[in-house]
C-alpha cells in the first residue's frame, strides 16, 4: 500500500472517510426517525389520554348519582342532562381517535364518519350514556342496576384505553429518552 502515488492514497483515505461518515449519517438518521414517530406517537397518546380523563370523569360522575340514594328527582334530571351531552360528546370526539371500522350494507344513508361499526372502546362510553339517558327518561329506573352498569362500561372503557395507549411502554420511552 506504501508503494501507491500520495494522490491515489489521499483518494482512497478520503474515500474510507466517506463511506464512514455514510454510515454514521445513517445511524444518525434512523435513529432521529425512531425518535419522530416515537414523539409523534407520544402525542397522539397524550391527546387519547386528555380525552379519556374527561370520559372517566363523567362516567364516574353518572355513577355516583345513580348509586347515590338521597338524590332529588330534579336533580337527576339536571344532571342527567349534562352528562348525556357530554358523554354524546365525548363518544363523538373519540371517533377522531378511534374511526368506526368495516363497511355495512346500510353505511351509503350515513355521513363518513359514522360508517361501519363502532370501535369496541366507544361501545362502553355508549353504554354509559344509554344508561344516563334511561335515568332521564324513566321516573322509576333501576338507579342500582344503572349504576353496575355504568361502572362496568367504566372498568371496560379503562382496559381499552390501557390497550391504546400502553402506560407500560409509555413509561419505558421516557427513561430511555431521559438517558439522552
Known sequence: MLDLPMTDLVAVVSAGISVIAL???ILITTRQTRVSVESLKFNNDSQVMS???RTVAAMAEA???CA???VSAMYLHERGLALTTALSSLIDEGRWFFPNVGRRATDNEKPGAYRGTRQPILDYVFAAYEAVSALTHEEEAPRAAL???IGEAKRHFVTEVQHAVDPRRRAWIMDRFRKY
Open 23 to 25: 454510515v454514521l449519517n
Open 51 to 53: 380525552w379519556a380523563n
Open 63 to 65: 355513577q355516583h348519582i
Open 68 to 70: 347515590a340514594p338521597n
Open 147 to 149: 349504576a353496575t352498569r
